[in-house]
């Protein structure tokens, strides 16, 4: 049995408050705004927070150019705002904290298979090697695997729910030599459709993952479940609340079935990605709540009790697609 505690780790020093009162992003801190709302919810007993150790600037040289992180740390433009944030001391030392926080939550993972582990981050999976991009300042992704690839020879998969595609880590294959083993091209996941199409991506994607497992190909998953997925998120459009659910539940379900074939636990670890609301962020906070109540539900024993609340958006019935996917509908041959 798993430990009954969801393993998180977050400090506050990677959070960038400031960052998120006059952009168009909270991610910068959501960390802070999602814990808070679990001590809200009265979910803190379920999860144990660590601390750990931030990353130092040469660390982001394993999937970025020297000059681009020499650039963002020292706050040079053009490149240190290609991230589209507001450059400032407290961004670039909060970045070494939301990097390495997923770089030890996977580590643990992998160290310690029986707890499920949480990186409370998002801001990675845009980003270059030359550069940052869409509110993304350095490829969290690549760094934490391929220090995990060199450090311990495992390989990981990313199952990421983000509704857009995450292509920080294509587009640094051919920039990090032994990233294509550290994370394999099939192991990038990224689901297509809405609705039911999005939920048998999700089933195909699953069945190839539970194959290479099961071959000692993949030694861990990275769970990456954004909130912009939802078709009420400002940036979102692929599924509902229902699917949206549905996906968390398959996964953590499936997450069982492969640990019944393997004889002992998986590691997995948690993050959370995108999520974007700018009438009502709680929506966002509380999906992620409902998708960490699903994980310790179903991975942990709990039997806890939480319904998200989620508003509907306010430009939803401008768009006949977004309107037709918050029905339920699939619509075939739909691609973000």
């Not at 926080?101 to 160290?111: D, G, P, T």
């Amino acid at each position: 049995m798993r430990h009954k505690q969801i393993v998180t780790f977050y400090m506050p020093e990677q959070v960038d408050a400031r960052n998120g009162e006059d952009l168009y992003t909270r991610s910068p801190n959501k960390p802070a705004l999602l814990l808070a709302k679990l001590k809200e919810e009265g979910l803190m007993p379920c999860f144990n927070v660590q601390e750990f150790v931030p990353f130092d600037k040469e660390e982001f040289y394993i999937a970025h150019t020297e000059e681009y992180v020499d650039a963002f740390f020292a706050g040079v433009t053009p490149l240190a705002t290609t991230n589209c944030l507001t450059w400032s001391e407290n961004l670039v030392n909060s970045v070494r904290y939301t990097n390495a926080s997923l770089y030890h939550a996977i580590k643990y993972a992998v160290e310690h298979p029986e707890a499920l582990t949480f990186s409370p981050t998002s801001g990675f999976h845009h980003a270059k090697p030359e550069r940052g991009s869409g509110f993304c300042t350095f490829s969290g992704q690549v760094i934490a695997s391929v220090k995990l690839y060199r450090e311990l020879g495992v390989s990981g998969a990313y199952l990421d729910l983000d509704h857009h595609f995450g292509n920080s880590i294509e587009d640094s294959r051919s920039f990090v030599p032994d990233l294509d083993k550290a994370i394999p091209a099939y192991a990038n996941v990224n689901l297509r459709g809405t609705n039911d199409g999005y939920l048998a991506d999700l089933y195909r994607n699953l069945v190839l993952l539970k194959e290479k497992i099961l071959a000692k190909e993949i030694h861990y998953v990275v769970w990456c479940h954004g909130a912009d997925s939802h078709v009420y998120d400002d940036l979102g459009g692929s599924v509902n609340t229902e699917y949206w659910l549905l996906a968390a539940e398959i996964f953590y379900k499936w997450v069982l079935e492969v640990e019944e074939e393997l004889g002992y636990h998986l590691p997995v670890a948690m993050s959370l990605f995108g999520g974007y609301r700018t009438n009502a962020y709680d929506s966002v906070l509380s999906l992620h709540t409902a998708d960490l109540v699903l994980s310790a539900n179903i991975l942990l024993g709990h039997t806890m009790a939480y319904e998200p609340q989620v508003e509907v958006s306010p430009f939803i019935k401008r768009d006949p697609l977004l309107t037709a996917i918050a029905a339920g509908e699939t619509l075939m041959g739909y691609v973000d």
